[in-house]
């Protein structure tokens, strides 16, 4: 079956960096996906990734090895508006259809 | 350019009643699918559309059902509804073709309570 687990929560101090691992098992890999969703709204695109390396987009990063499972979204000088929830999310196959892990929510400290 | 919308924002229905929500994707994007969140469940893939044809499918009941028009708005339907359906369902668009996916874009979500 599917399963993608990432911690459920984590905390920060403004200004430092913060690193969110997603693992997944699935049994297809076409991508991976992160998302940005801050309460009571809709997610927002982060990052992709479909092949193994880093991927860097600003103040976010994200890491991709095929081979073990795993991801990470690397949060750069953190600021305020960073607390958020962060959803990894797998594409298994051709399409549109992502599957979620239950997201980690980042509080940012002053 | 405009976002994904989505209609109504909030609702609410009354057990065993059927319920549609709406869904106009960005400009141009042709894939529609469309997500559940529950805090308990997280984000769930319910089923996609690609050019008036549902392309992919999740896990849900039979209830739970969709189409999509010539001008690549989506519909989805609940039917019988249940205390359990109650959620944010989520619709998101993505500049798609047949053999390349892109990032999907997520309209603000319609709040359905059911009572």
């Known amino acids: 079956g599917q399963n993608i687990d990432q911690p459920t929560e984590m905390t920060a101090t403004e200004g430092a960096i913060v690193q969110i691992n997603c693992t997944y098992q699935?049994?297809?890999?076409?991508?991976l996906f992160w998302y940005q969703q801050h309460a009571g709204e809709a997610p927002t695109f982060l990052s992709y990734?479909?092949?193994?390396g880093l991927e860097e987009k600003g103040r976010f990063s994200s890491f991709l090895s095929r081979s073990k499972g795993y991801s990470y979204l690397l949060l750069k000088e953190l600021q305020m508006k960073d607390s958020a929830s962060y959803l990894c999310?797998?594409?298994?196959?051709?399409?549109?259809?992502?599957?979620f892990g239950g997201g980690t929510r980042v509080l940012v400290k002053p | 350019k405009a976002g994904v919308t989505q209609t109504p924002r909030y609702l609410i229905k009354t057990r065993g009643q059927q319920v549609t929500l709406s869904c106009s994707p960005i400009?141009?994007?042709?894939?529609v699918s469309w997500y559940q969140q529950t805090p308990g469940q997280g984000l769930q893939f319910l089923f996609e559309?690609?050019?008036?044809?549902?392309?992919n499918k999740g896990n849900f009941p039979g209830r739970f059902s969709g189409r999509q028009f010539s001008n690549s708005r989506s519909e989805m339907n609940v039917s019988t509804l249940e205390l359990g359906d109650s959620a944010l369902y989520l619709c998101?668009?993505?500049?798609?073709?047949?053999?390349?996916?892109?990032?999907?874009?997520f309209g603000p979500g319609t709040r359905l309570t059911v009572t």
């Open positions: 998101a668009s993505s500049l798609s073709d047949r053999d390349e996916s892109y990032e999907q874009y």
């Open positions: 699935t049994s297809g890999f076409n991508g």
């Open positions: 990734n479909v092949l193994d």
């Open positions: 999310a797998v594409r298994e196959a051709a399409g549109n259809k992502l599957t």
């Open positions: 400009s141009g994007h042709r894939s």
């Open positions: 559309y690609f050019s008036e044809t549902q392309r």
